[in-house]
């Protein structure tokens, strides 16, 4: 975690005045307790058997006591969301799998302690009106925010899942063949690097009309294009002539370029 808090510290020096929202998985809750630079945001998930309390009460006038840190403890959130009326809940349509799927959502500003520091932050349920039982929480350090934006941001976090899993299943980022020295974590970089490339290079294929429809979101057929295009270019085209090799050719660099 410490090394994640030095990244966003070095991050922020770079463009001071921008206003950044980290997206983390549940492993990283605890972000929230540490002292980010100013117009930084987390937004996360949150475990249903999150302990959470109210709000400090307001200071009476006069009162002489130190003011409260955290109000009541407020109950498992699976029971408190079963408790909020109807109307404390938001419709809301999300993708889920391809398709559009009805939820609801709600927020409530709460006080948390990760990281054993007491902070204030928003909590975001959601919930499928089918199933009141199934519920999904989510928070945000930014109290200004809405529920649809949270959910709606969350779900772009799925965008780095796609990264992970192309990087590891076609440039060996999960098991690389070396293992001496500063040798995976180079390959790791080389692949992510590579994985950019790619979709840059695919960016100018698309203005070049030389893409087809399906092969926007697929990686797997934006590495066997460029296969095709590399391959035309430096091997196949310096090959016999002959009617026979015209008619063949396509078919084979298309195989060639999947199975590779």
Known sequence: MELVVA??????????????????DSGYTA??????????????????????????????????????????RLPPLAKLAAGL?????????????????????????VIWYPHQVARRILLVLVRDPADSAGLTVFFTTDLTSTGP?????????????????????????????????????RNVVLGFVTYTLLWAWMGQARSADRVTQSVKSRFHEALALL????????????GPDGAILEKTLPDLQEILSRAS
């Open 149 to 185: 934006a949270v959910v709606q941001t969350y779900g772009l976090r799925w965008s780095i899942e796609v990264i992970f899993h192309d990087v590891k299943q076609y440039f060996g980022g999960e098991d690389p063949q070396l293992w001496v020295g500063p040798a995976p974590t």
């Open 227 to 238: 296969r095709t295009v590399l391959w035309t270019g430096e091997y196949f085209r310096k």
């Open 85 to 109: 009326p109807g109307d404390a809940w938001i419709p809301l349509i999300l993708s889920l799998g391809g398709k559009s799927q009805k939820r609801q959502v709600t927020t409530l500003p």
């Open 7 to 24: 990244m966003i510290q070095e991050v922020a020096t770079w463009l001071p005045h921008r206003r950044w929202t980290w997206i983390v």
């Open 31 to 72: 972000l929230a307790g540490h002292a980010l630079p100013e117009g930084h945001v987390v937004i996360s998930r949150l475990r249903k058997n999150t302990v959470v309390y109210a709000l400090p009460p307001t200071r009476r006038p006069g009162q002489c006591v130190r003011p409260r840190v955290h109000g009541d």
